[in-house]
């Protein structure tokens, strides 16, 4: 989808823009990307831009050219330097910012069946398969729609996790392992039950050495600080974001996480995107040469709990391009 809107604010630090679509007092853009090939200096407050929208999703919007109102008009589409070069064998496709965030790209409507073939996708397993680790009064469940690890009061230092060995997301080498190099997302639904306050968790997504603790190998996931959620990657070193995100008790929440390989990961917290982290040797990059693991995990932080907390992991699934 294609409009035109009036230019109502730019950054050119972040370049962003705020649009109001032409024609309309009520429609509005609010912190839309703007293409990099347009100068700055081109973004006047007042200036007419066209806004292409992949999908009708507005949060996927993008600023593709300017130009000032009573002028003629800033170009033809194909002639900008980071857009298709033709319009043939293109018919019913829309234009949509590529992975690596730097381009347009025409692309067909997406449907399961194209994710299927475009992808390995595996929907995560809650009742069974995972093994077991606790201490003190940690306890685990595995049930068909979620699983979940939690410690009760008791003695202080008390965890427990599930974990799994993550076969099959390295087509056309060791099923063991795992290439992060290509385009990845970790999905699933979170909840916390009950406040206390030394307690973290953590889902991961993560190589050989993940325990009820911090990432300290490649991988990406989130850390739940008490009901406060953060977003977690390491490539060679780890990284960490605040996602802005307290949950209530027993709230529900679906995190996305997207890796795109050697650009970023990207955490989303109900389809918000929370956090960045585009840092090379923050992220994991190649193809792994150890096993890869899911991790789900909570510990007391070593001050004995006055009651139940529980991390739930619920529906989750892994998309990853072939």
């Not at 073939?117 to 979620?146: C, D, H, L, Y």
């Not at 995190?255 to 918000?272: A, D, E, M, Q």
């Not at 585009?278 to 007391?300: L, R």
Request: one cysteine or more.
């Amino acid at each position: 989808m294609i409009e035109v809107g009036i230019l109502k604010n730019f950054d050119s630090g972040t370049y962003k823009a705020g649009v109001q679509l032409a024609g309309s007092l009520t429609t509005y853009f609010d912190d839309i990307n703007v293409a990099r090939n347009i100068p700055s200096g081109a973004m006047v407050i007042g200036n007419y831009v066209i806004v292409a929208i992949p999908g009708g999703n507005p949060r996927d919007a993008c600023v593709i050219a300017t130009w000032p109102q009573g002028s003629p008009g800033g170009g033809a589409f194909l002639d900008l330097s980071d857009t298709p070069s033709s319009y043939e064998d293109q018919a019913g496709k829309v234009p949509s910012v590529n992975s690596g965030e730097s381009a347009l790209e025409f692309v067909g409507p997406t449907l399961l069946a194209d994710l299927v073939r475009a992808a390995n996708f595996q929907m995560i397993p809650t009742a069974g398969g995972w093994t077991e680790e606790v201490n003190g009064s940690g306890v685990t469940g595995q049930q068909p729609f979620r699983n979940l690890v939690y410690v009760n009061a008791g003695a202080a230092g008390s965890y427990a996790r599930l974990y799994t060995q993550a076969y099959g997301f390295n087509e056309g080498g060791t099923y063991q392992f795992i290439n992060w190099g290509k385009e990845l997302l970790y999905i699933f639904n979170y909840s916390r039950y009950n406040s206390q306050a030394a307690t973290k968790a953590w889902v991961q997504l993560a190589e050989t050495g993940i325990s009820h603790a911090d990432l300290s190998s490649e991988g990406i996931g989130i850390v739940a600080k008490n009901m406060a959620l953060y977003g977690e990657s390491y490539g060679t070193s780890r990284a960490e974001h605040s996602l802005n995100t307290t949950l209530a008790n027993q709230e529900q929440c679906q995190i996305v996480i997207h890796l795109s390989p050697g650009n970023f990961v990207k955490w989303y917290v109900n389809g918000t995107l929370k956090a960045t982290e585009s840092t090379p040797g923050k992220f994991p990059s190649g193809v792994g040469t150890v096993a890869i693991w899911m991790n789900h995990a909570i510990y007391d932080g070593g001050i004995a709990t006055t009651g139940l907390t529980v991390s739930n992991m619920m529906q989750g699934k892994v998309w990853q391009a072939r």
